[in-house]
T-cell receptor, first 114, second 115 residues
Framework: EAQVTQNPRYLITVTGKKLTVTCSQN?????MSWYRQDPGLGLRQIYY???????DKGDVPEGYKVSRKEKRNFPLILESPSPNQTSLYFC?????????????FGQGTRLTVV | AQKVTQAQTEISVVEKEDVTLDCVYE???????LFWYKQPPSGELVFLIR??????QNEISGRYSWNFQKSTSSFNFTITASQVVDSAVYFC????????????FGQGTELSVKP
């Protein structure tokens, strides 16, 4: 089954404690993105990747890092989380840039930073 | 600037009523795609429809229908005879070629269907 898998689904952590949210897709997609969802703001892109070892900032990259060492994996790293990073996070992958095929989204990771 | 606006933050209806969710977008691109996603209380994003900017035909899928009008830059979504299971947050999104095929989302409309 084609899917994007995020882990964990839920995470409560303390300010400053490094954490990683994993994302893996089994569709051999080149393009992957991370989004965060906040009330009243919809989803906003954090980082994206065009291929292995090719990553770039999206619209709200501050406080986040990513890596793309393998095509299937695109982890999101918060090296020093702060309460304003409390949010619902989604990983997405797609096979083309045109929009002709829809992006596949992971199940979401609800992060709370206290 | 590219932008999507869903002016209705919350809508509450009684079961079997029809409801329309509005979506207005801004883009200077001549070729683009628009999407609707549903987010049920469980939190995942469920793809509903994709529409190419060259295809202005309305689309119907069961109780769902979409009205795309380039002249007003709108892509509205209507649920006919709403059901409690339609209760969710609905997002309209504009796809752009840049930034890895980024989706620009509207703020979302929370639909509550009461029995």
């Amino acid at each position: 089954e084609a899917q994007v898998t995020q882990n964990p689904r839920y995470l409560i952590t303390v300010t400053g404690k490094k954490l990683t949210v994993t994302c893996s897709q089994n569709m051999n997609h080149e393009y992957m993105s991370w989004y965060r969802q906040d009330p009243g703001l919809g989803l906003r892109q954090i980082y994206y990747s065009m291929n292995v070892e090719v990553t770039d900032k999206g619209d709200v990259p501050e406080g986040y890092k990513v890596s793309r060492k393998e095509k299937r994996n695109f982890p999101l790293i918060l090296e020093s989380p702060s309460p304003n990073q409390t949010s619902l996070y989604f990983c997405a992958s797609s096979s083309d840039l045109s929009g002709h095929t829809e992006a596949f989204f992971g199940q979401g990771t609800r992060l709370t930073v206290v | 600037a590219q932008k999507v606006t869903q002016a209705q933050t919350e809508i509450s209806v009684v079961e079997k009523e029809d409801v329309t969710l509005d979506c207005v977008y801004e883009t200077r691109d001549t070729t683009y795609y628009l999407f609707w996603y549903k987010q049920p209380p469980s939190g995942e994003l469920v793809f509903l429809i994709r529409r190419n900017s060259f295809d202005e035909q309305n689309e119907i899928s069961g109780r769902y229908s979409w009205n795309f009008q380039k002249s007003t830059s709108s892509f509205n979504f209507t649920i006919t005879a709403s059901q409690v299971v339609d209760s969710a947050v609905y997002f309209c999104a504009l796809h752009i070629y840049n930034q890895g095929g980024k989706l620009i989302f509207g703020q979302g409309t929370e639909l509550s269907v009461k029995p």
